[in-house]
């Protein structure tokens, strides 16, 4: 059963609703509050029962139908669960007749004040007005129900006009999107004229004919031989309309358009051969001892920053102490360099243990991680721990926008113990063995010293040292990259300590006084934590410009575009089966980090910018406290919907917060696959779609000011939505143009909010 939210192929946006987006796909959720009495919470109970707005049928079967007033002149008819439509036998009829307009004048004004008077108030007015009380009462009956029907007109007006709205924008973006070409290919764009692999391996067959290109001349200067030309695959070749390809969730397809990086790199590299070996290991420990130097020296090798709490490399005083170091710095490339310290919750053996396990680092770092590989271990350490292991590896380090390139990187890392119960765990790039050409960063020295400290606890000296081409960062993120606070060691030690944080809290073998809610074991609470944790990997492992994705810009200007992506899952027990839309954007606000994380996390504010909940209710049914910032929790929600018609909506929220980045994460899951997790069952299984925002400082902050970043933000708003559940299926114009709306109203909602800006 899918967790994600599917869409029919076209749908309709209107105002501020988006049709189809009501509840998760195919998901049982009706469900009542689970509240029985004050105080008393219970597992996710399915019955539900209504009451209606204040009378019931059987209290009118023996009333005395007989209406000796008749119909009113504003008379709509008698609601059917107000009076019993039988008349009894043996009765005449009897004769109709007119109110006087002192009456209705007099029941008008009354209605607006009440419109539902009791039996006390409608006696009072039947002496006032010389009525029976039954005539009040039906009078006010009718009046209800003609104020209903015109407020359905009115509203059904409204949806018209949006419609005919949406059309035209529909139509206007078929048109536009008709007429387009790709920068990338030359040809056209257009959905409806070429099929998403065809327009991809066009440009695949570009980037080959201008690789070969450049092969040819290179070859051409040292064996003397013309450079061969490869004629294109002529257009007309691929008439044949293509199906999607068959694989997994990480397998991407590309709309078209513009697109981040040229191709998967890390995946081309391989291990190190035996020759280079002696070398690598040459290099790691010459690493390790300028790691520590680096870590244990202040001035005047780190000289104080601009905003006084964090110090830089004086570039001139590193070239002097280390002259070799791993060769000079390739033109276009910039140093980048920075140091923090911080005190974590965690003992030294584990966080060893961490960082040389590549599958444990890439999860507590998945915010910086995206893919992470060991391609070799060269030595697996003395005396049964990482004491001298020694690593080959790859692996891409990301922010979580589609606009800021990866950095990719391959390098050695190598961990070692020393005498006053510190250990150290360098990096260093091997591009002096390999070069790389596309790879746009390489790693000098960079890592930690790691000191161990009575109770569990360790200090940590990071060290981020890399030489970097940022040229491609978009303007509104290079004051954040530029100042070290994108990919520096402040970033690494505060995701580290609130890792720590979390990870204590999942291994706590008692329920915390703090989690409240329908959570009544400590499996379940466990569960419910690894879930969560499930879903933040993948929210950032999809919304970043990784090599291994394909970005297309649909609409908008700037930093305001829309990027869309599309995956296709198949065989994978924690997505739903079928084609799945990704939707991202950035954008700046004139807030502080911390406002726009305390009012998209807030389930009191939800209803101001989540169009998927329809303006329902939402109520935590569950909380699990998980970092000593309040604003770091895992939530379970449950969005009762205004209309009947729609079924209840079951969410899942981790919100997480440092003084670098923050995050709101969620996703509709599956009330009876909920229920498993909640009695301590494999959450592995539970199919997720997650969505969310990444919320980032848009620059340092100035030394007195405040916190980092206290001028702005940096916001990336990203949806994943279930299209169709055909994986072999083909995108639709409609799900695009629905999901371009979907998230263009959430951005201009959450401006409106908390930036105070009108919608255009």
């Not at 708003?717 to 639709?732: E, G, H, M, N, Y």
């Not at 114009?733 to 909602?749: F, H």
Request: net charge negative; aromatic share 6%.
């Amino acid at each position: 059963m899918p967790a994600g939210l599917m869409l029919p192929s076209v749908m309709a946006v209107a105002g501020n609703n988006v049709g189809g987006f009501g509840s998760s796909s195919r998901l049982p959720l009706g469900q009542p509050s689970v509240m029985d009495g004050p105080g008393q919470l219970h597992p996710l109970d399915m019955t539900q029962t209504t009451t209606s707005d204040g009378e019931f049928p059987s209290r009118l079967q023996d009333e005395e139908l007989e209406c000796k007033s008749g119909a009113s002149e504003n008379q709509e008819g008698v609601s059917g669960d107000d009076v019993d439509l039988n008349p009894r036998p043996n009765k005449k009829k009897k004769g109709y007749h007119r109110h006087t307009q002192h009456q209705i004048q007099e029941m008008e004004a009354f209605f607006k004040e009440c419109p539902h008077p009791d039996d006390k108030q409608r006696k009072q007015l039947s002496r006032e007005l010389g009525l029976e009380p039954l005539q009040i009462k039906f009078w006010f009956q009718n009046k209800r129900t003609q104020m209903k029907m015109q407020h359905e007109r009115h509203e059904n007006s409204q949806l018209r006009a949006e419609n005919e709205k949406l059309r035209a924008d529909n139509i206007r973006f078929r048109e536009a999107l008709s007429n387009a070409s790709c920068p990338n290919c030359g040809g056209p764009t257009a959905i409806g004229e070429m099929s998403f692999d065809e327009h991809n391996l066009r440009l695949e067959n570009t980037r080959l004919r201008e690789e070969i290109d450049r092969i040819s001349a290179i070859a051409a200067k040292y064996v003397g031989k013309p450079v061969v030309n490869y004629p294109l695959i002529n257009s007309h070749a691929l008439t044949q309309p293509l199906e999607l390809g068959v694989g997994n969730f990480s397998g991407q397809t590309s709309l078209g358009g513009e697109m981040y990086g040229s191709g998967d790199i890390l995946r081309s590299i391989t291990g190190p051969s035996d020759a280079d070996k002696p070398m690598i290991i040459e290099l790691a420990v010459a690493a390790m001892e300028e790691l520590i130097r680096m870590a244990q020296m202040d001035e005047p090798l780190w000289m104080p920053a601009l905003d006084g709490t964090t110090r830089v490399l004086n570039e001139e005083e590193y070239i002097r102490m280390f002259p070799r170091g791993i060769g000079p710095k390739p033109d276009d490339f910039k140093s980048e360099a920075s140091k923090e310290t911080a005190v974590v919750i965690m003992n030294h053996i584990n966080l060893v243990e961490i960082l040389m396990d590549v599958n444990q680092w890439s999860t507590v770092f998945s915010g910086i991680v995206s893919r992470a590989v060991t391609l070799e271990v060269l030595s697996t350490g003395v005396a049964g721990n990482y004491n001298g292991a020694l690593q080959v590896m790859t692996a891409e380090f990301q922010v979580p926008t589609p606009l800021v390139p990866t950095r990719e990187s391959y390098f050695a890392r190598y961990c070692k113990q020393h005498a006053d119960r510190t250990w150290a765990v360098v990096d260093v790039s091997l591009d002096s063995l390999r070069p790389i050409a596309a790879v746009r960063s390489r790693r000098r020295p960079t890592g930690c010293l790691i000191q161990e400290m009575p109770n569990g606890y360790s200090k940590v000296t990071w060290v981020e040292h890399v030489d970097v081409d940022d040229r491609d960062v978009h303007n509104i993120f290079k004051p954040l990259v530029n100042s070290a606070l994108a990919f520096g060691a402040k970033r690494w030690v505060a995701t580290l300590d609130r890792q720590c944080e979390r990870l204590a809290s999942v291994m706590a073998t008692s329920t915390p006084i703090g989690d409240v809610g329908v959570i009544t074991s400590p499996e379940g609470r466990k569960s419910m934590l690894k879930l969560a944790e499930r879903m933040m990997i993948s929210f950032c492992a999809g919304v970043s410009a990784s090599t291994a994705q394909t970005w297309t810009t649909l609409s908008g200007n700037g930093a305001d575009d829309v990027r869309l992506m599309t995956r296709k899952s198949i065989d994978d027990p924690g997505r739903p089966p079928g084609i799945v839309l990704s939707a991202s954007t950035s954008f700046w606000l004139p807030v502080p980090p911390k406002r726009v994380f305390d009012f998209l996390r807030d389930e009191n504010t939800r209803d101001e910018w989540d169009i998927l909940s329809n303006g329902g209710v939402v109520q935590e049914m569950a909380h699990i406290a998980n970092g000593r910032d309040t604003g770091n929790c895992v939530s379970l929600f449950r969005v009762n919907s205004g209309s009947s018609s729609q079924s209840n909506m079951l969410i899942l929220q981790e919100s997480c917060t440092d003084s670098t980045a923050s995050f709101v994460i969620y996703a509709p899951v599956d009330v009876v696959a909920m229920n498993v997790v909640l009695s301590g069952g494999d959450p592995d299984y539970v199919a997720l779609l997650p969505s969310g925002f990444a919320i980032l400082p848009d620059g340092p902050s100035i030394a007195g000011v405040g916190d980092v970043g206290s001028s702005g933000s940096l916001l990336t708003v990203a949806f994943q939505i279930l299209v169709d559940s055909v994986p072999t299926a083909k995108l639709s114009l409609g799900s695009v143009a629905t999901v371009n709306n979907l998230i263009t109203c959430t951005v201009e909602r959450i401006k409106a909010a908390v930036a105070g800006e009108n919608p255009p």
